[in-house]
């Protein structure tokens, strides 16, 4: 503010693209090396932002997608990220501009998973007035809950993209009526990963702890960590041997492959 007092409107117009002038202040947040406020021109990419301000994505993983917006935003996956940033161009892609949120995600995010943190946050957030916002976002939930548990079906899809509609047509707020944006960008850019969670009961980023199996390799040195971590006794061999999971004993709490200080325990 002091600057566009000192310079004059014209000067801070002069930034930015001719329909959304001036700069925008974004929080980064996620798989990025440097988090926090960015103050930068409208009109810039949402790349630029990441690799050329922020430094680009933790430990030089694959960046995938940004979640744009705050809770009520959309996902934008890498490959549109040369977009230029303005509220015209933002909002055809199915997020919004918000409050500025921006964070960053990597390949090792699960973006079923993403949509149902976002979704988590709206549903408890709805006051309850508007029959679609109150029981539509908890049917929504429950169907997503499902999926990552490796219990959905192909029909749920539908079910979501219709549950969507509905609740933005018949929501009275602007808590409502956003909701579904997480879930739609999601299905639309990130459909394969709804399918592989429903077909092939797998979760590409391994995320879902309900669709991951836990294996040991032959990295073991039977160091028998990992087989008293164990909370369920799934884990069976003898000391210094290669030792084996039981996979109907397993529960997946992961603390196998937490405890591992050999990289002998294997996540897919």
């Not at 917006?69 to 890498?78: D, K, M, R, T, V």
């Not at 029981?135 to 029909?155: A, F, P, S, V």
């Not at 609740?167 to 944006?181: D, R």
């Amino acid at each position: 503010v002091p600057w566009i007092i000192l310079n004059g409107g014209a000067a801070f117009a002069a930034y930015g693209t001719a329909d959304s002038k001036g700069t925008k202040v974004f929080a980064m947040a996620g798989k990025v090396k440097r988090t926090g406020l960015v103050e930068v021109p409208m009109g810039i990419t949402i790349n630029s932002i990441i690799f050329d301000v922020c430094g680009g994505i933790v430990n030089d993983r694959k960046f995938k997608a940004v979640q744009m917006g705050g809770p009520s935003g959309g996902c934008i996956p890498a490959e549109m990220c040369d977009l230029p940033i303005d509220y015209q161009q933002i909002t055809k892609t199915g997020a919004i501009m918000g409050s500025g949120g921006l964070i960053v995600m990597d390949e090792t995010t699960c973006m079923v998973d993403v949509a149902k943190f976002f979704l988590t946050f709206t549903q408890a957030e709805s006051c309850g007035k508007c029959t679609f916002c109150r029981i539509g976002t908890k049917r929504m939930l429950e169907i997503l809950e499902r999926i990552t548990m490796g219990e959905g079906t192909m029909e749920d899809l539908d079910n979501l993209t219709e549950l969507s509609g509905q609740i933005k047509a018949a929501s009275l707020c602007g808590l409502g009526q956003t909701a579904p944006n997480p879930v739609l960008t999601t299905l639309k850019y990130f459909r394969d990963e709804y399918v592989a969670h429903i077909k092939e009961k797998r979760c590409p980023a391994h995320v879902c702890q309900s669709l991951l199996t836990y294996t040991i390799t032959d990295n073991c040195t039977g160091c028998v960590v990992c087989a008293r971590a164990c909370p369920v006794e799934a884990i069976t061999g003898e000391k210094k041997k290669i030792h084996v999971i039981d996979q109907d004993k397993c529960t997946k709490c992961g603390k196998c492959f937490t405890v591992c200080r050999f990289d002998a325990v294997n996540k897919e």
